[in-house]
């Protein structure tokens, strides 16, 4: 399930769409499985309790990347409990997957019968050979296009009776619909455009205190957010290299007073989206 990094995705986070950048090396620490499957879970977490519409994953060209592994992970805790089975084979990496929290977001609802459904109700739901879709029901919805099989679709109910749904755009719903994991090379990052509003993060940026009014007035301007985190061996100003404050919009030091030798990533993600939401409230 791969998706171009330039995807469009909807308004979810106080109105804006917000993307979190990641480099492929940002379970380099973790030295098992386990662990990075906890690890990943945290990342998963945090993207979701603050609404985050997609989760990037570049390349870090002078490390050893896991972006597969990374994508998997981030993609199955992503998937409702009862598509996993209809989407994933059993596979290596996904064994500690058990450990893994619920993320408990509106799109992951639990099976039902179907004289609790009603018509405008969105489930997530994944397609047949014959033109239906598996929703998580007892009976399997009608749809009005037909698509390839095992293609994991939102489909809205607009008919009981027969029982027929529309394939929409996850946009198109009201409600937190999860995140979109997307792979991207380095470069993208700061080529792309759908982002107006491009903050990185570094120990070596400026002082929250020194930019966080201007910092406020762009929130409230721009319609779209991208925050950008470096490795845990490799900050983005190795990465990026010294350009990075000019391919970025702000570079900036979440933590004044670092009384660690250094920051892990899940905990610098949600430091600076809690930082985020505070200054939209």
Not at 199 to 225: C, F, H, M, P, W
Not at 232 to 245: A, C, M, N, Q
Request: a positive charge; aromatic letters at 8%.
């Amino acid at each position: 399930m791969n998706y171009p990094c330039s995807s469009s995705i909807g308004m979810t986070f106080a109105g804006k769409r917000i993307a979190v950048s990641l480099p492929d090396t940002v379970l380099e620490e973790a030295e098992t499985l386990r662990e990075k499957t906890v690890k990943l879970g945290f990342i998963a977490r945090a993207c979701s309790i603050y609404g985050v519409d997609r989760i990037e994953i570049f390349n870090d060209p002078r490390g050893r990347g896991e972006r597969d592994l990374i994508l998997k992970i981030l993609q199955y805790v992503e998937t409702p409990q009862y598509l996993r089975k209809r989407l994933y084979k059993i596979d290596e990496a996904l064994r500690y997957a058990g450990l893994l929290h619920p993320l408990r977001i509106p799109s992951h609802k639990k099976k039902a019968s179907m004289d609790s459904i009603r018509v405008g109700e969105v489930r997530e739901g994944v397609t047949n050979r014959d033109g239906t879709a598996y929703i998580g029901l007892d009976m399997d919805i009608k749809l009005t296009s037909k698509l390839e099989p095992g293609r994991r679709v939102t489909v809205r109910v607009v008919s009981l009776e027969p029982f027929v749904g529309e394939v929409i755009q996850k946009e198109k719903v009201s409600e937190y619909w999860g995140y979109t994991v997307v792979p991207c090379r380095v470069q993208e990052i700061f080529e792309d455009r759908e982002f107006k509003l491009r903050i990185a993060t570094s120990r070596y940026g400026s002082s929250l205190k020194s930019v966080i009014e201007n910092l406020r007035k762009e929130l409230n301007i721009q319609d779209s957010v991208r925050l950008i985190f470096g490795s845990p061996s490799r900050g983005l100003f190795e990465i990026v290299g010294p350009e990075l404050t000019k391919l970025s919009s702000y570079v900036v030091n979440l933590f004044l007073e670092q009384h660690v030798e250094t920051v892990r990533t899940e905990e610098a993600l949600f430091a600076a989206l809690n930082l985020i939401n505070n200054l939209l409230a």
